[in-house]
């Protein structure tokens, strides 16, 4: 498996191919509270052709049924927005399942709780009114088989003034299968379910096209960008999006236009003068069920979408960076209990004490980073004094009028998870309680409290004591590592702290029970690391890990934790330059330091240490001081307790 182990993406994909092909087995209790039937989509068309009064043999079906797919997928997304804890990439694969079903969508939305139900019962009432809708379109000529063509666009083209389309087989593009949010994806969607599709295209670059276009039909000039793709033409319903690739470069041109006037601005400004264009380049009709012609097909199998800002005619509507939070971390803030309060933020109250509560907000800050922040006061009534002063991880920030102490993280993988998040928030608020909300003075000029003030046990190297004989309420404990690096000449140092949870035989329960800066958190997220510190500056603990004793699965025995220098050997560094070193454990409910173990050992070789061990005795929990050296670095210590780190 490798030192690694499966990681988050590798489990999520596992959780999707699993959800695409196999039986889904629903929650039986929220599956009888659901009172909505959602209907089958053959049982919806069948409904709209009566209501239209069309012949089942002019109508294709399979357009109408895909159609309806399109209206259930929008609905469906719209309560993904509203409630969180439903995952639109899940609902999205079923949906495309090849036996989807609706009773196999009511079984899925049983996983989700009562959330599920509300969304089963919403899109059952709301899907009552499709067939009428799908009735309108099919009276439109959106779904004729006749000629393939919708009717309204049938009678532009007879019309007169506009010359024949390209011929050749007709294709179906085939689905690229990326997540809904894909331009390409949202691009074959349209191909999908528009019932006509105008494309301009040739073997010739994008802006050579658009330019050509623009000169032949101003109306495209008029143009909205849109931030997902393509762009709407001012005051129709038509949008449009640019295509290019090795083969060459396209404008599709989606409408649904129907009336009169509609057909009149579709001839005039739209499919004159894009037949007119000069060779090399053409233009073709593209119909539901994402249906082109064969040498349209050709040109889009190797092109990408084209935000429309990219071209230079519509460079000035390049919309900002933004950041925008991903979906899966929306759903597990959620699920850990954050409360939704913006598309883009989260709120948590954690207790700092009896009947006492601070709010930690959790949002995207900038382009670049999201922010975990906790309100102190007006802004104007922070001293500037306190401006001043350092806050180890924490800075002192502004929201709207209020100052806050917040803690920016960069986006990327670095990104701690939902319950890490959680944790971080805890430290958090009670740091600013004790720094800024405690009757005992002004905020202290350096990171958290120092530890060296505590009452905890204190321990010498194999000593021991029981954690649940300290602390009336024991759920959780933050076990924090730290030192003093000694000045030197050379290259920086860098301690990193990492956890091992192992049974009784010592040894990981898996590799993915190596929790360290790459690996942040155990697989039910019992132990989490809170982030690597690479210089060990300030006077508390340079790096925690969290340890949920609460959800800590009983097969884990023990949890040893370890400091390491990276990168020793090549830096010519060792333990024997590190002082004041230590390891404490503190109850996360008071936040009072339960023991405590400082390391005095000449370590003039080794590279890597075990500092302590956190393990069970029974229904007890109890912390061990080890303080054992390894001259081979962290490779020797994981190897010891049983890490694969073949890879």
């Known amino acids: 498996?490798?030192?690694?182990?499966?990681?988050?993406?590798?489990?999520?994909?596992?959780?999707?191919?699993?959800?695409?092909?196999?039986?889904?087995?629903?929650?039986?209790?929220?599956?009888?509270?659901?009172?909505?039937?959602?209907?089958?989509?053959?049982?919806?068309?069948?409904?709209?052709?009566?209501?239209?009064?069309?012949?089942?043999?002019?109508?294709?079906?399979?357009?109408?049924?895909?159609?309806?797919?399109?209206?259930?997928?929008?609905?469906?997304?719209?309560?993904?927005?509203?409630?969180?804890?439903?995952?639109?990439?899940?609902?999205?694969?079923?949906?495309?399942?090849?036996?989807?079903?609706?009773?196999?969508?009511?079984?899925?939305?049983?996983?989700?709780?009562?959330?599920?139900?509300?969304?089963?019962?919403?899109?059952?009432?709301?899907?009552?009114?499709?067939?009428?809708?799908?009735?309108?379109?099919?009276?439109?000529?959106?779904?004729?088989?006749?000629?393939?063509?919708?009717?309204?666009?049938?009678?532009?083209?007879?019309?007169?003034?506009?010359?024949?389309?390209?011929?050749?087989?007709?294709?179906?593009?085939?689905?690229?299968?990326?997540?809904?949010?894909?331009?390409?994806?949202?691009?074959?969607?349209?191909?999908?379910?528009?019932?006509?599709?105008?494309?301009?295209?040739?073997?010739?670059?994008?802006?050579?096209?658009?330019?050509?276009?623009?000169?032949?039909?101003?109306?495209?000039?008029?143009?909205?960008?849109?931030?997902?793709?393509?762009?709407?033409?001012?005051?129709?319903?038509?949008?449009?999006?640019?295509?290019?690739?090795?083969?060459?470069?396209?404008?599709?041109?989606?409408?649904?236009?129907?009336?009169?006037?509609?057909?009149?601005?579709?001839?005039?400004?739209?499919?004159?003068?894009?037949?007119?264009?000069?060779?090399?380049?053409?233009?073709?009709?593209?119909?539901?069920?994402?249906?082109?012609?064969?040498?349209?097909?050709?040109?889009?199998?190797?092109?990408?979408?084209?935000?429309?800002?990219?071209?230079?005619?519509?460079?000035?509507?390049?919309?900002?960076?933004?950041?925008?939070?991903?979906?899966?971390?929306?759903?597990?803030?959620?699920?850990?209990?954050?409360?939704?309060?913006s598309n883009a933020g989260f709120k948590t109250d954690v207790s700092t004490g009896p009947n006492r509560t601070l709010p930690v907000y959790f949002a995207c800050h900038n382009e670049q980073s999201y922010v975990l922040m906790t309100p102190l006061d007006r802004d104007e009534l922070i001293p500037p004094e306190v401006r001043t002063r350092s806050f180890g991880q924490y800075e002192l920030g502004s929201f709207s009028d209020m100052a806050v102490l917040q803690r920016l993280y960069l986006a990327g993988p670095s990104l701690p998870d939902a319950h890490a998040l959680r944790a971080d928030a805890e430290s958090l608020a009670r740091y600013t309680h004790a720094q800024f909300i405690q009757p005992s003075g002004p905020p202290a000029e350096s990171r958290p409290p120092a530890p060296h003030t505590s009452d905890g046990v204190r321990l010498t190297k194999g000593g021991n004591v029981s954690l649940t004989g300290q602390a009336s309420e024991l759920a959780a404990v933050n076990v924090g590592l730290g030192w003093d690096t000694r000045a030197t000449t050379g290259a920086a140092f860098d301690l990193d702290a990492s956890a091992l949870a192992t049974g009784s035989d010592k040894r990981v329960l898996s590799d993915s029970y190596f929790v360290f800066f790459n690996n942040s958190r155990s697989p039910e997220g019992a132990i989490v690391h809170r982030g690597d510190n690479r210089d060990g500056a300030g006077d508390s603990d340079d790096e925690v890990i969290h340890v949920d004793l609460a959800c800590t699965p009983d097969r884990i025995t023990s949890i040893f934790f370890v400091a390491s220098i990276y990168e020793a050997n090549k830096r010519g560094q060792a333990f024997g330059q590190v002082r004041n070193a230590y390891i404490r454990v503190v109850n996360c409910a008071d936040n009072a330091e339960l023991a405590r173990y400082d390391l005095t050992e000449d370590a003039a070789t080794e590279t890597a240490m075990v500092f302590g061990e956190l393990y069970r005795r029974g229904a007890e929990w109890k912390f061990r001081a080890v303080g054992q050296g390894y001259a081979s670095g962290l490779a020797g210590i994981a190897q010891d307790y049983g890490v694969n780190i073949e890879s």
């Open 1 to 341: 498996m490798g030192l690694f182990g499966p990681n988050k993406q590798q489990q999520l994909a596992a959780r999707h191919a699993q959800l695409a092909t196999q039986p889904i087995m629903p929650v039986a209790n929220w599956r009888q509270h659901m009172k909505g039937r959602i209907p089958e989509y053959h049982e919806m068309t069948a409904a709209a052709l009566q209501i239209s009064g069309r012949d089942s043999a002019s109508v294709d079906r399979d357009a109408m049924a895909r159609r309806a797919n399109v209206g259930v997928q929008a609905v469906l997304k719209g309560l993904c927005e509203k409630l969180t804890s439903l995952d639109w990439t899940e609902i999205e694969i079923v949906l495309n399942r090849r036996d989807f079903s609706g009773a196999l969508l009511s079984d899925y939305l049983s996983t989700a709780g009562a959330a599920g139900v509300v969304a089963n019962d919403k899109l059952s009432e709301l899907m009552d009114g499709l067939p009428a809708l799908l009735a309108e379109e099919v009276q439109k000529g959106t779904f004729d088989t006749n000629t393939g063509e919708p009717e309204h666009l049938i009678r532009v083209i007879g019309s007169g003034g506009v010359t024949a389309p390209v011929a050749g087989p007709i294709v179906r593009l085939p689905n690229p299968g990326l997540p809904e949010d894909d331009p390409l994806q949202i691009c074959f969607k349209m191909f999908d379910a528009m019932g006509m599709v105008l494309i301009s295209f040739g073997p010739v670059p994008l802006e050579h096209l658009t330019q050509t276009l623009l000169a032949g039909a101003p109306v495209f000039r008029d143009t909205t960008a849109n931030p997902a793709v393509g762009g709407l033409i001012s005051g129709r319903d038509i949008m449009w999006i640019a295509f290019d690739g090795p083969q060459g470069s396209a404008v599709a041109v989606f409408s649904v236009a129907a009336g009169d006037s509609d057909v009149e601005f579709l001839q005039n400004q739209i499919l004159k003068p894009m037949s007119a264009l000069p060779a090399p380049l053409a233009w073709a009709i593209g119909t539901a069920g994402a249906n082109v012609p064969q040498p349209v097909a050709e040109v889009l199998a190797t092109a990408h979408s084209v935000p429309l800002w990219e071209l230079s005619a519509f460079s000035d509507q390049r919309p900002p960076e933004e950041l925008q939070m991903p979906a899966y971390l929306r759903t597990e803030l959620a699920h850990a209990g954050w409360e939704p309060i």
